[in-house]
């Protein structure tokens, strides 16, 4: 991967292994990283941290505003949540190609912009219409941001990585986590402001995105520090259609989005299998919350220290094998503890979750790490964005039989399901392309 500008003729093995440093807490393990890094990366961290803060507050609680406050036909919500997902993850390929023409800031600024008017006009709408076309631009603002924030913390990653000597997968296990603590502090701060009804939540929710408009509109560079967005040794932009041959032909990076596919599909079983589980052990879903609650902390708590782990032994081919072998893990250890009756009946949801989370933590920031190896930084953007857009078309196709499957019940699903990242695992791409 080469940046306009970089000079210094250091290169770094693309899957080269951290060597141990000294065993540090947590949160002075986070706090060193910090320190070294530079505004722009601070800035584009503590984003991600805002942007879950903002959605999580409002989103959760969507579905009974549209069936209880507004009465809507249950199929209509249905539909409503996948135009919103849809209108966002579908889309990525369009704020990363976006970004790789006009660079992260305008993308990011405008993305804010539609989910603040989204979020306002949700907050007031009561018809059918008027929600959807709320709904829409509410996905479609992170379908703008969401891949050109990825797009520019990668490269900011790397680049530290040249200056500082500091492992790109730290900068991205940040960021992960920054991300992770906003999934846990949004819905927390949404149950408060819902006591002043559902407005409320909305409008606090687009205060939070003018926020984060603000803070880009003022301190995020027209052109990132020495990279030249959209820009490729030839000068010039590179054209669409030739970013989507070169996409569609490069197996290692479809491998890559086939492997992350297994991941998702795995992950989205926390809000299909898991809540199925919790009633049948327990009668009601009432400690659902507390388990995806455990999922957050956990995440946040081991990040560090497990990906520091894994970076100082392994290379990212095999952290990410690892990470999905213990997903694997977590679906077989609940299918063999269904039977056992401790903890209330939460012992199989609770190992599911925890293998499920120790997992994510090894998988998430060493794709978005691995990635800068596999294209070419002109590209990254729509690389980027075709990642989340191509493994969530594969995990909408791969849900209606993973449905289908659960509706066997018992045992057996989980074991199923364990075959899912299981075979991802066998798809991960060997090498890098030099």
């Known amino acids: 991967m080469t940046f306009a500008g970089d000079t210094r003729g250091r290169t770094v093995r693309p899957d080269r292994r951290e060597r141990p440093g000294p065993?540090?807490?947590l949160t002075a393990q986070a706090l060193r990283d910090l320190?070294?890094?530079?505004?722009l990366t601070l800035l584009l961290i503590g984003s991600q941290f805002a942007f879950n803060v903002g959605f999580f507050a409002v989103l959760p609680y969507l579905a009974d505003h549209l069936g209880g406050g507004l009465g809507l036909a249950g199929w209509l919500v249905g539909l409503v949540l996948g135009l919103r997902t849809f209108s966002q993850q579908g889309l990525f390929v369009v704020g990363g190609t976006l970004t790789d023409r006009f660079g992260a800031r305008p993308v990011v600024l405008v993305g804010c912009a539609l989910r603040i008017a989204g979020f306002c006009w949700l907050g007031f709408a009561e018809g059918t219409a008027p929600v959807i076309v709320s709904v829409l631009l509410i996905g479609f603002a992170a379908a703008l941001f969401s891949p050109a924030v990825e797009t520019e913390v990668v490269r900011q990653a790397v680049r530290h990585e040249r200056t500082a000597g500091t492992h790109r997968t730290r900068v991205l296990a940040l960021f992960s986590v920054a991300g992770q603590a906003g999934t846990l502090v949004g819905p927390l701060l949404g149950a408060l402001l819902l006591l002043g009804g559902f407005r409320t939540a909305c409008l606090v929710g687009a205060a939070v995105f003018a926020l984060v408009l603000a803070g880009h509109l003022r301190l995020m560079p027209r052109a990132a520090p020495d990279s030249a967005p959209g820009a490729d040794p030839g000068g010039g932009h590179p054209r669409l259609r030739e970013g989507v041959r070169l996409l569609l032909g490069d197996r290692r990076f479809l491998g890559l989005c086939l492997a992350y596919s297994g991941y998702l599909l795995a992950y989205n079983q926390l809000y299909l299998a898991l809540p199925g589980e919790v009633e049948r052990a327990t009668g009601s879903q009432a400690a659902l919350g507390w388990l995806l609650a455990w999922a957050s902390v956990l995440y946040i708590a081991v990040q560090f220290p497990v990906l520091s782990w894994a970076a100082a032994r392994l290379t990212r081919r095999a952290t990410l094998v690892w990470g999905l072998l213990l997903i694997s893990l977590g679906f077989a250890s609940a299918a063999a503890l269904t039977p056992v009756g401790a903890l209330g009946g939460l012992l199989p949801s609770l190992a599911f979750v925890t293998a499920l989370t120790l997992g994510q933590v090894?998988?998430?920031?060493?794709?978005r790490a691995w990635l800068p190896d596999l294209v070419d930084d002109a590209r990254l953007g729509l690389f980027t964005g075709a990642l989340s857009s191509?493994?969530?078309?594969?995990v909408l196709l791969g849900s209606v039989p993973?449905?289908?499957v659960l509706d066997v019940g018992g045992p057996a699903p989980w074991l199923l399901l364990a075959a899912v990242p299981l075979a991802a695992a066998a798809l991960v791409p060997r090498g890098v392309r030099p």
């Open 35 to 39: 320190r070294g890094l530079s505004p």
């Open 23 to 25: 065993r540090s807490g």
């Open 390 to 394: 191509l493994s969530g078309l594969v």
């Open 362 to 367: 090894l998988i998430v920031p060493t794709v």
């Open 402 to 404: 993973a449905g289908a």
